[in-house]
DNA sequence: TATGAATGAGAGTTCATTCAT
DNA sequence: GATGAATGAACTCTCATTCAT
């Protein structure tokens, strides 16, 4: 809206691919830096028809969040819940969680960063966050249960909190990985990941 | 004539004092949101001053940033050094790491989440990231082998990286209470991550 | 998507309907702030529905205007022409014209103010205002000369001035009353009024 | 800021001719549509610069409007209280009031208009405008009560009560003669308002 | 060294209006 | 005829930053 007018491709009037698109640029500029005008340039939908399709600013932030952790979940899950075995899906879930070497991963994570920051701000959001978190545990929990009626795993305490610990492994050491040192690379991470599981599902050393 | 003027308590020109209210305004609007106005609003210090004496927004922010994981650090690591036996070093970090209900530790809380975000985006910070998760995972590190040494630990694998997942595990524990479902409340999180934390470092049901 | 579905209250299809819940809003909010969405809002009569029937924003406004102050003029005549003494019929257009007290007199005055104020821009208006400032006029200017007639009144001048001047009084004590300082209330006003009323009409002290 | 950069005329940076300029714009406009922009054209100040010297565009309206009426009732003021005859005095007070032919005239009267407006909508402007209205009315109740004691009046009522008329005739007549039909010139309305005020003020005809 | 004044550069938002159905 | 969708145009306001003192 400078001079130059905002014409490049055409428009893109599908909520689903601009909420992708916005993602895109969002994740590259940080979500803090996510404007209006950037998603404009980037889908040549004018600014206007923006706000007009996802209202504020801030509604545009939380969909795109929503929208991305969504889809995240479920291409997680979906790889997951095609293992039969427990452990596999044990580690299933943890090689896809940490592993953020090549740039779509990382991009995920990204998202996650942002999503908990901003869920840890914003009580709309946080209700939504909520329910991913529940989902997401589940997702191990379920792996558990199963491992330990196969009797594969041997576990202490209730499976929820087993379960939560999984998912706190995988968490964490992502992040490490993420802005951690340079010592813990992906491939040491899970490895790490790998055996502590083992551990807390009582499971001796392969 | 912006339309109050900024004053209201006396000057404070302390650097040291100043970063620490920056910090106060940032965690509470979020560090995307750390003005200038707001910062000399909360100090009494000008605008310009503040500029004068911290230079770019940016710069401002990194150093906010900066002195709080370090003054967080140094905290926990006073705590923990403190304790002579191995496990009670584990058992405070991971009670002093995940415990979020006083408003106090929310506040570290939301200011990690910041450092993180805002690490894995700015290079600048990324290298000073790297050493505090590195002096992070020490303070573990150093227990885990105190604790092997005096046999009260059977580990696998190298014990760098059992650190690195017990310090993933408090962390990774600390979003689900604090981003995730209210199902997962600091007191059952801690519960969870001492049971995870035993096994992990080869110690039996208590 | 705006945000909220102009939605609320059955479509009010009738013109003249829909013109007198568009007055409300715009005497509510001020004529300068009359936004389509309002009226929308207000009628639950979509905007391009609402611009279908009254075009541009500026015919609108008029319309509301012109209307308004129609209604307002049957009304005070109504209410003068039922008297038949020359002088209650004075009374009755000074009582009329000055007590805002309750709300609905104020919002007549508002409507009042806002027109005289546009008919000073809007040469289309001001055309229109001539002729109702000509029957305003003349209405008081029958009691005038009936009075005269009947021997009641004594005055100096054409009747068209001496209406002029009664009609002057009348609106120049409200604007005192409404924009002016609390000294004077309409009540004060009132028998200001009718004090020099008596005195251009060459009546006694009663 | 379209992209012709705003340049013309050297910055006046001066408050009192900014408002002068602002005051120029907003009559020959209408005050609802006085935007920075336009101000910022007609003074070369940028907008940015005009809104940290003014703040909102409120205030600047607010601002706008109580310096004109207040150089335009010191101006009448001037006028009135440099005639020793009290009668002279309310003549003259008369003549300046109605007489709109003129340029100048017409471009006060606009802005009592939208003053008279704006206060009966804005309470801040309201307290004001109280002011103002008392100190208009005092101008002439000073002279009302120099002439009672002169012996050259003689009136019913408060002195505050005649002067309340007295600017009712001269605010109303001005009034019909700016927004009302072509047979109320300004020549016509003085005559009828002179003929009142003798009227009211116990005068005889001349 | 420290600070007030001034300003450029956006960004979000609102709104009338156009257009296709 | 009536209406929802889409959009261009403006405008206000915020804020970091520069500059002169």
């Excluded at 340039?41 to 206007?48: C, K, L, R």
Aim: proline residues 3%.
């Amino acid at each position: 809206m400078t001079d130059v007018k905002r014409k490049g491709r055409p428009p893109a009037h599908d909520r689903e691919e601009l909420l992708r698109q916005a993602r895109a640029v969002a994740v590259e500029r940080g979500f803090d830096a996510l404007r209006f005008g950037d998603v404009a340039d980037a889908t040549g939908v004018p600014v206007s028809s923006l706000q007009y399709a996802f209202g504020t600013r801030d509604d545009l932030v939380r969909e795109v969040l929503r929208a991305g952790v969504a889809e995240e979940l479920a291409r997680l899950r979906a790889a997951v819940e095609c293992e039969v075995d427990p452990w596999t899906r044990i580690e299933t879930f943890i090689r896809l969680g940490i592993s953020i070497d090549d740039d779509e991963r990382r991009e995920g994570w990204l998202l996650w960063m942002e999503y908990w920051r901003a869920a840890s701000r914003d009580s709309a959001l946080r209700e939504d966050s909520s329910g991913v978190a529940r989902g997401w545990r589940l997702l191990v929990r379920r792996a558990v249960d199963d491992g330990v009626t196969a009797g594969d795993f041997a576990i202490d305490g209730p499976s929820e909190e087993v379960a939560a610990s999984l998912v706190a492994l995988v968490d964490g050491l992502s992040l490490q990985v993420e802005v951690g040192d340079n010592r813990m690379r992906s491939a040491r991470a899970t490895r790490a990941a790998m055996r502590s599981a083992r551990k807390i599902l009582g499971m001796g050393s392969p």
